[in-house]
């Protein structure tokens, strides 16, 4: 399945891509392109469209794209849902909500600026989602239930 998104990607066009790979379409292909033109590529790519205005795969109210997909393919999981109060105060400049959040927002710009051709940065920024995605794991399995 094809997605297409907004080029120059930061938080949440990172981690949207790891989540859609790890846990919703594992043979994704994902295309980069200007604001502007998603919404054309979308149609004639017959790609899904994500964290652009107006897409449901979006921003909506104090939910960002990474939450819009764990609502759309009902994921569960609590160590993701855990990454995502991560994401999301990371990706909605509200980084006081989540202490980590201001970790990950240093990390995604440190990797934008090494990193400035969208698909390097994806391949490199995944491992830095899977050591989070574990360190959230670890954190959930000790909470009491």
């Not at 979006?58 to 855990?82: E, T, V």
């Not at 980084?95 to 201001?102: G, H, K, N, Q, R």
Request: hydrophobic share 45%; proline share 3%.
């Amino acid at each position: 399945m094809k997605w297409v998104t907004r080029s120059h990607v930061h938080v949440d066009r990172v981690a949207c891509p790891w989540l859609i790979t790890r846990f919703v379409d594992s043979s994704a292909e994902f295309l980069f392109v200007a604001a502007d033109q998603v919404e054309e590529v979308a149609k004639n790519q017959q790609a899904i469209p994500f964290d652009i205005t107006g897409a449901e795969l979006g921003h909506h109210g104090d939910s960002c794209s990474f939450d819009a997909i764990i609502r759309k393919y009902g994921l569960k999981d609590k160590a993701l849902l855990r990454l995502a109060r991560i994401v999301n105060a990371a990706d909605t400049d509200r980084l006081s909500a989540e202490p980590v959040a201001s970790g990950l927002e240093a990390i995604a710009v440190g990797f934008s600026v090494r990193y400035p051709d969208d698909r390097e940065n994806l391949c490199r920024q995944f491992e830095v989602y899977d050591a989070l995605y574990a360190w959230c794991r670890l954190q959930v399995a000790g909470e009491k239930v």
